[in-house]
């Protein structure tokens, strides 16, 4: 008799984490267990189970003197008890000592793991900072915990969703432009990165997704702080339409003399005082490229720079139906 | 692991009310160029910096990070301070230098 060798040819998609597979790692023991648990004392007789395991249908009960777990009593030592006729042996002759148990704090995966390992359909949870149990944890406990958690995800997914794609539905025009502007102080560190911070909180409240909003506002913080750096102010603006963001920046002065060397990663003309403070690394016109689907910076010497970056809303804010057709 | 556990594990002192100190650390960014951190450190990170002035707090904020760990002993400007109030930026300081400092949090987290 020969045996088909045991090879398994991955799943589609085996590769892509799941969404339950994020979560397990991601919650904890302590946010799924049941915490309102029956114990019973080591003192107490094993008779005095058997009604606790028939009303509340359970199939183990954690032994607890004070607060502390110091064993695990089973439907199965029962019934042993009752076919030797020792119904009036105490819990603790009768008790499995050698608990398996968890920590409070220990991600779900762990707890997945052990079950599939050991066959149990409990573990006590004891508090890692105290040592008394907490909870017992089933594997009821984890599907129920999870489904909640995707309940939960789902609806504020939902709403996000909701915001997002209505916002500009809502509105009701044949062309829809939303215009943000924002004055930028040259030279004034204290108050540099309030533009792009405030562009960031108010795309954040319109829905837009996190992702680009992220790319937007590296880029404006950069152009931001070259205002600041080199000019005397300027001008920001960030306009949003249903299919991108784009924002502009613009001051009057001094001018870039070389735009394709000031593009390189690296090159910066700042000050030591400016380098000190951790800014004129060279990076700002490289990051702000790296961030923008498309990038156009103009400068005249003497004169003033103007900056415009766009960012792609493609698809992420539902208002491309006419593509279809 | 939280940067509540972070925090004790190494004395680090927290400067300002308002952070959310039980949030996940997913690692950890050290650097000085505000240029650099913008661009690379990730969402939920902390940052070792000896930069004390405001604008440390916009870069943390637009970048989502955990929070920043000023080193060598440096202490933040009023500003910075007020800012990261206002931003919730839990904002630590630690006598240990960069080197240093890394080395423990590398210890406690690993290569995230």
């Known amino acids: 008799m020969t045996k088909e060798p045991e090879e398994r040819s991955p799943a589609p998609g085996e590769k892509d984490i799941t969404k339950v597979q994020e979560l397990v790692y991601e919650m904890k023991v302590n946010q799924v267990m049941a915490t309102d648990i029956i114990t019973v004392s080591p003192h107490n007789l094993m008779s005095e189970l058997r009604v606790l395991l028939r009303e509340k249908r359970i199939s183990g009960v954690p032994v607890v003197e004070g607060t502390t777990l110091v064993g695990l009593v089973s439907i199965e030592d029962f019934i042993k008890c009752l076919s030797e006729g020792k119904m009036n042996n105490l819990v603790k002759d009768r008790m499995s000592c050698n608990v398996m148990t968890m920590y409070d704090d220990e991600p779900l995966v762990r707890a997945v793991e052990e079950f599939d390992r050991r066959g149990y359909g409990r573990f006590p949870v004891i508090s890692r900072e105290t040592g008394a149990l907490v909870g017992v944890i089933t594997k009821g406990d984890i599907i129920r915990g999870l489904l909640k958690r995707i309940e939960i995800d789902y609806h504020e997914e939902e709403i996000h969703h909701y915001r997002a794609s209505h916002f500009f539905e809502d509105i009701i025009a044949d062309k829809t432009t939303l215009i943000f502007q924002y004055k930028v102080t040259g030279k004034d560190f204290s108050r540099a990165g309030r533009t792009s911070s405030g562009l960031k909180r108010t795309l954040r409240r319109m829905g837009i997704p996190p992702k680009i909003i992220r790319r937007v506002a590296i880029a404006t913080y950069e152009a931001e702080m070259n205002i600041v750096v080199f000019t005397d102010g300027g001008e920001i603006t960030a306009q949003v339409t249903p299919r991108e963001i784009r924002v502009e920046a613009v001051d009057s002065g001094p001018g870039i003399p070389d735009i394709k060397k000031a593009m390189e990663p690296g090159f910066s003309t700042a000050p030591d005082w400016v380098r000190n403070l951790g800014f004129g690394a060279g990076m700002g016109l490289t990051n702000i490229r790296k961030c923008a689907d498309t990038m156009r910076l103009e400068s005249t010497v003497g004169k003033g720079t103007r900056l415009e970056i766009a960012v792609q809303l493609n698809g992420a804010v539902k208002h491309d139906l006419s593509n279809h057709h | ?112």
């Not at chain 2, 959310?20 to 690379?40: I, K, P, R, W």
């Not at chain 2, 910075?80 to 423990?104: N, W």
């Open chain 2, 1 to 112: 692991m939280i940067l509540a556990t972070i925090i004790e594990k190494l004395g680090l002192e927290v400067k300002n009310a308002g952070g959310d100190l039980t949030n996940e650390v997913t690692g950890v960014y050290v650097s000085d160029l505000l240029s650099d951190v913008m661009a690379n450190s990730k969402e939920g990170q902390l940052w070792v910096t000896l930069q004390v002035h405001p604008n440390i707090v916009a870069v943390a904020t637009l970048k989502d990070l955990a929070g920043i760990i000023l080193v060598n002993g440096r202490e933040p400007e009023r500003e910075t301070l007020a800012r990261a109030e206002e931003e919730k930026i839990p904002l630590m300081t630690t006598r240990l230098p960069a080197f240093q400092l890394a080395g423990k949090l590398y210890g406690l987290i690993g290569e995230c």
